[in-house]
């Protein structure tokens, strides 16, 4: 085997599993750059070393493929830390590989990194000369496997050391159960008995890449079928009903209400999918099938630990034969069709500036069609997958939601651009305040993008908290940003941009479009603090329950 480094032995196991790497250069990660580019991989420099987790983890979520974030040690390494903390909770496997002490010991300026991530829930692999093949090799497959962030460190005096010679078995294909437990008969029996059934399919679903089976299995059972924000159109087609949670529509979450089975396919239900208790009927029998050790919400009545797609497939082959329910998608279609969708906003607004409801339905139809939507986390969440036609569960992009962090977006971006291969154009969705905390890496974006546009919702606010604290008659003084001309800032860093006051204001942007689209377009759009999304007054009106439950 060729001599290489501790740190060329560590780019060359990783170049077996990935091909991108994101990050910011230091003193503890200048070696294993080097050894990186000597193996081919592609870099994309950030600016701030959060960014280089949010990158890796945006490039997973779009391309589900696996992707590196490096940093420097200490101050480079903390700095990823609010990133590391989405991607462990939203169990998105990552790499983060970054310098770390002495093998000799810390020295005055160390911090106990090991510690840190630990605290975060992230496993640490340190590598030493004689291991530094098998231990990276075991961090990889302990992020797929387990479905997490891991920590690859490489203390500063072995990075450029020369690693041993190591025997390295090749890389074995993840393992692949099929096995499904006999309580799926008990499934197809309640499934077949139902009058109103109901598939609800989440990120689980779409990465067990089940969407085909739960579809059939729709149309063999006459049932509607609904996803979590992260599974998208999933499973859009007759009997659709959208998102379930604070993102549906209210005639869409009665007929979820109904539903007397519910068959629930790799997905959580958490607070914001079950409307904080309110979306299913007290009466309705819930099946979850998910890869979880044990069921994730107290609603759940029968719990199947399997592969979404294997289940699916299997609960196909034990309702064959089975007849549709007469009626029951009929009734929903009409019901939708009659009733009303969400709310396409005023033309006016008590302070003059653009109603976000009625500046994302004016902006749909301009975007590319062919488009992956990335957002920041904050009060606008919403606005795209209500009222943007986001075609696939890959298409929209949320890092930061699991963690409840604002900022990442921007980082995000440039994960999902470098992973778009097919043309499609980037779009991300930001609030003002996000939006500052991760300016640096507006520069990474659009050095990054072929085609991107920033639609930032600037209200001059962190708008959650005026909805929430400031509606209490807190001080609105933190909550207020002083208007920003993010098109000034965009347009010196080298993207074209507009400010949007007025929905003709638009034509700019779809001038650009008309144009090809190349590059990045920022577009500042002046939004009201006025209208206060749907889906958080359901969040308040549940975090005020529950403290006068508490109270009383």
Same mark, same amino acid.
């Given at each position: 085997?060729?001599?290489?480094?501790?740190?060329?032995?560590?780019?060359?196991?990783?170049?077996?599993?990935?091909?991108?790497?994101?990050?910011?250069?230091?003193?503890?990660?200048?070696?294993?750059?080097?050894?990186a580019e000597q193996q081919g991989l592609r870099f994309s420099p950030v600016r701030h070393e959060g960014a280089a987790i949010a990158a890796a983890d945006a490039y997973y979520r779009t391309s589900g493929r696996l992707a590196v974030g490096t940093t420097t040690y200490g101050p480079g390494y903390t700095n990823a830390l609010t990133a590391l903390a989405e991607a462990v909770q939203a169990q998105i496997p990552v790499v983060l590989v970054t310098g770390d002490a002495p093998s000799t010991g810390a020295r005055p300026w160390d911090v106990d990194q090991t510690a840190i991530a630990a605290g975060l829930g992230a496993a640490t692999f340190t590598v030493t000369r004689g291991a530094a093949g098998a231990i990276t090799r075991q961090a990889v497959d302990y992020a797929l496997t387990r479905r997490t962030a891991v920590v690859l460190a490489i203390p500063y005096d072995l990075a450029a050391l020369d690693a041993a010679d190591e025997d390295l078995p090749e890389a074995a294909p993840p393992k692949v159960t099929d096995d499904v437990d006999g309580g799926l008969g008990q499934v197809a029996r309640l499934l077949a008995g139902a009058?109103?059934?109901?598939?609800?399919?989440?990120?689980?679903?779409?990465?067990?890449?089940?969407?085909?089976?739960?579809?059939?299995?729709?149309?063999?059972?006459?049932?509607?079928?609904?996803?979590?924000?992260?599974?998208?159109?999933?499973?859009?087609?007759?009997?659709?009903?959208?998102?379930?949670?604070?993102?549906?529509?209210?005639?869409?979450?009665?007929?979820?209400?109904?539903?007397?089975?519910?068959?629930?396919?790799?997905?959580?239900?958490?607070?914001?999918?079950?409307?904080?208790?309110?979306?299913?009927?007290?009466?309705?029998?819930?099946?979850?099938?998910?890869?979880?050790?044990?069921?994730?919400?107290?609603?759940?009545?029968?719990?199947?630990?399997?592969?979404?797609?294997?289940?699916?497939?299997?609960?196909?082959?034990?309702?064959?034969?089975?007849?549709?329910?007469?009626?029951?998608?009929?009734?929903?279609?009409?019901?939708?069709?009659?009733?009303?969708?969400?709310?396409?906003?005023?033309?006016?607004?008590?302070?003059?500036?653009?109603?976000?409801?009625?500046?994302?339905?004016?902006?749909?139809?301009?975007?590319?069609?062919?488009?992956?939507?990335?957002?920041?986390?904050?009060?606008?969440?919403?606005?795209?997958?209500?009222?943007?036609?986001?075609?696939?569960?890959?298409?929209?992009?949320?890092?930061?939601?699991?963690?409840?962090?604002?900022?990442?977006?921007?980082?995000?971006?440039?994960?999902?651009?470098?992973?778009?291969?097919?043309?499609?154009?980037?779009?991300?969705?930001?609030?003002?305040?996000?939006?500052?905390?991760?300016?640096?890496?507006?520069?990474?974006?659009?050095?990054?993008?072929?085609?991107?546009?920033?639609?930032?919702?600037?209200?001059?606010?962190?708008? %959650?908290?005026?909805?929430?604290?400031?509606?209490?008659?807190?001080?609105?003084?933190?909550?207020?940003?002083?208007?920003?001309?993010?098109?000034?800032?965009?347009?010196?860093?080298?993207?074209?941009?507009?400010?949007?006051?007025?929905?003709?204001?638009?034509?700019?942007?779809?001038?650009?479009?008309?144009?090809?689209?190349?590059?990045?377009?920022?577009?500042?759009?002046?939004?009201?603090?006025?209208?206060?999304?749907?889906?958080?007054?359901?969040?308040?009106?549940?975090?005020?329950?529950?403290?006068?439950?508490? %109270?009383?």
């Amino acid at each position: 085997m060729t001599s290489l480094t501790v740190s060329g032995r560590v780019a060359q196991v990783l170049s077996s599993y990935v091909s991108d790497v994101f990050g910011v250069m230091g003193n503890g990660n200048v070696h294993f750059l080097d050894a990186a580019e000597q193996q081919g991989l592609r870099f994309s420099p950030v600016r701030h070393e959060g960014a280089a987790i949010a990158a890796a983890d945006a490039y997973y979520r779009t391309s589900g493929r696996l992707a590196v974030g490096t940093t420097t040690y200490g101050p480079g390494y903390t700095n990823a830390l609010t990133a590391l903390a989405e991607a462990v909770q939203a169990q998105i496997p990552v790499v983060l590989v970054t310098g770390d002490a002495p093998s000799t010991g810390a020295r005055p300026w160390d911090v106990d990194q090991t510690a840190i991530a630990a605290g975060l829930g992230a496993a640490t692999f340190t590598v030493t000369r004689g291991a530094a093949g098998a231990i990276t090799r075991q961090a990889v497959d302990y992020a797929l496997t387990r479905r997490t962030a891991v920590v690859l460190a490489i203390p500063y005096d072995l990075a450029a050391l020369d690693a041993a010679d190591e025997d390295l078995p090749e890389a074995a294909p993840p393992k692949v159960t099929d096995d499904v437990d006999g309580g799926l008969g008990q499934v197809a029996r309640l499934l077949a008995g139902a009058r109103r059934p109901l598939i609800l399919a989440g990120r689980g679903a779409h990465l067990a890449g089940a969407g085909q089976e739960l579809r059939e299995l729709a149309d063999r059972l006459g049932a509607l079928t609904a996803g979590t924000a992260l599974a998208l159109n999933l499973l859009n087609g007759e009997g659709y009903l959208g998102v379930a949670g604070g993102f549906g529509t209210d005639t869409a979450a009665g007929l979820m209400g109904e539903a007397d089975v519910v068959l629930v396919a790799g997905a959580s239900l958490s607070p914001f999918t079950m409307r904080f208790g309110h979306l299913l009927g007290p009466d309705s029998t819930v099946i979850q099938i998910d890869t979880a050790l044990q069921p994730t919400n107290p609603r759940v009545d029968l719990f199947i630990q399997a592969d979404a797609k294997a289940a699916a497939s299997r609960l196909l082959s034990l309702l064959d034969g089975e007849a549709a329910v007469a009626g029951w998608r009929a009734e929903a279609a009409r019901r939708l069709a009659a009733g009303p969708g969400h709310d396409l906003g005023s033309a006016e607004t008590e302070d003059g500036r653009l109603d976000p409801r009625a500046l994302a339905t004016a902006l749909d139809p301009v975007l590319p069609e062919r488009r992956t939507v990335v957002q920041d986390g904050g009060h606008f969440i919403g606005w795209a997958p209500m009222y943007w036609n986001i075609p696939r569960p890959q298409d929209l992009v949320m890092v930061g939601t699991a963690y409840q962090t604002i900022g990442l977006g921007l980082a995000s971006a440039v994960g999902a651009a470098r992973a778009l291969e097919d043309g499609r154009t980037l779009v991300l969705a930001s609030g003002d305040g996000g939006f500052l905390m991760g300016l640096s890496d507006l520069e990474s974006l659009i050095s990054t993008a072929r085609s991107a546009i920033v639609v930032i919702y600037n209200d001059s606010a962190y708008g %959650a908290e005026i909805h929430q604290y400031g509606s209490e008659g807190l001080t609105q003084k933190p909550m207020l940003i002083p208007e920003v001309d993010f098109s000034g800032v965009a347009r010196a860093l080298g993207a074209e941009s507009a400010v949007i006051r007025s929905l003709d204001d638009l034509s700019a942007l779809q001038d650009w479009i008309d144009a090809g689209a190349k590059g990045t377009f920022v577009v500042d759009c002046r939004i009201t603090s006025s209208v206060r999304a749907p889906w958080l007054t359901e969040w308040m009106n549940a975090t005020r329950a529950a403290k006068a439950a508490v %109270a009383g």
